[in-house]
């Protein structure tokens, strides 16, 4: 292999690791939340296994640009974090309901351009107050399980300085290590191919509001958009309408396997769309090849990563998530509260949905954007 590929390899399985490592534990959070069991939770892995394999390889190549794909970690987060939805399958038709928003806005150039109108500062606060729950989880569990949480966040304040892109991986596998000496490791499972199920979802009307509107407005926000602006930096002009399209239309099969969204990759676009993955910026759309054949090995063995992750203590997989949406929370917050104008409306989102109020069965980053956008309002009729 020349000697490009093997950077354009490298980098796309750096990708992939960073990715997996550092966000499945957020989806398993996600998963616990909706009341999936073992079974779904390895289907919804697959799911979006499947779903980022084909994306990448599709978009890579027909408009030769390393177009990378993942599944929403934001939105996983918001999922974990929303409570009262009533089973799986109600949160399944939240996830249908977010992959046809997706596929409306790539049919209806104007409606994309709505979202992008909404203010950075009120996005922001809606997805910091997402993060700052799960973040705040895992301090919750110092008293409980000082020696593994400790241990862990000082390690990965050293490794974001020293290797940022896989910090989170260095705290997943110095957790399981030190889980294992502290005899908190179930035992693992035999390894084995997945089995995705089918899904047929219920359609409850809080969810859709509640969790299935935010979920799309989160990942438009902060995966679709991000990761537009990461290959416009590199030199790459990405058509919005296309990729949109082809995400959404993943996103609309794979929920049948309960998978919530999939979406354009901002960080581990950032590793692929770049000079280490390979010199010549014509090249570096292989780097989406390489990537969907890491994905497809991931899609036939998640059953089993599923495995190995549930038998891993709460405490370590709560400290692994927080630790990597550390980063994320801090970034949101820095821009909703950036703007002085914007700030008291960035303030009171981040509060509403931080609260996990639930009001008429919609949870609460709906009701947080909503309180917002009033408040943002108001004021700016009130300034004229």
Not at 51 to 71: D, E, G, K, N
Request: charged share 10%.
């Amino acid at each position: 292999m020349k000697s490009g590929l093997v950077s354009t390899a490298t980098a796309s399985l750096v990708a992939t690791v960073a990715g997996v490592g550092g966000t499945l534990p957020v989806l398993l959070a996600a998963a616990a939340a909706v009341g999936a069991t073992e079974a779904q939770a390895s289907s919804w892995v697959t799911g979006l296994a499947i779903a980022t394999a084909l994306t990448a390889l599709f978009l890579s190549v027909r408009y030769r640009m390393p177009i990378i794909t993942a599944w929403s970690t934001p939105g996983a987060a918001l999922i974990a974090s929303t409570a009262g939805v009533p089973g799986f399958r109600a949160a399944v038709g939240a996830f249908v309901l977010a992959a046809v928003l997706i596929l409306l806005t790539a049919a209806i150039r104007p409606l994309g351009r709505l979202i992008e109108r909404i203010p950075a500062s009120i996005a922001s606060a809606m997805l910091a107050g997402i993060l700052l729950r799960l973040v705040v989880a895992m301090v919750e569990y110092v008293p409980t399980a000082p020696l593994l949480v400790l241990p862990l966040i000082a390690l990965f304040l050293v490794a974001r300085l020293m290797v940022p892109t896989l910090a989170s991986l260095v705290v997943l596998v110095a957790g399981a290590l030190i889980a294992v000496g502290l005899g908190l490791v179930k035992p693992m499972p035999p390894l084995g191919l997945s089995q995705p199920e089918l899904i047929m979802p219920t359609w409850d009307v809080a969810t859709l509001i509640g969790l299935g509107v935010p979920l799309y407005l989160v990942t438009m926000a902060s995966q679709n958009l991000p990761g537009f602006a990461v290959l416009r930096a590199s030199g790459y002009q990405p058509p919005m309408q296309p990729v949109l399209a082809v995400t959404g239309a993943a996103s609309l099969a794979t929920a049948f396997l309960g998978a919530h969204t999939s979406n354009l990759a901002a960080i581990s676009a950032a590793l692929c769309t770049g000079p280490e993955a390979h010199p010549d910026p014509a090249e570096r759309w292989k780097a989406g090849v390489f990537y969907t054949l890491w994905w497809v090995l991931i899609a036939l063995f998640g059953a089993s990563l599923v495995g190995v992750f549930a038998a891993l203590p709460p405490a370590l997989l709560v400290t692994v998530a927080g630790t990597a949406l550390l980063g994320s929370m801090a970034g949101a917050m820095g821009t909703a509260l950036a703007n002085d104008k914007e700030r008291l409306a960035a303030a009171g989102t981040l509060a509403v949905t931080v609260s996990g109020v639930t009001l008429m069965g919609v949870g609460s980053a709906f009701w947080g954007l909503v309180f917002g956008l009033l408040v943002l309002g108001v004021e700016r009729v009130l300034r004229r």
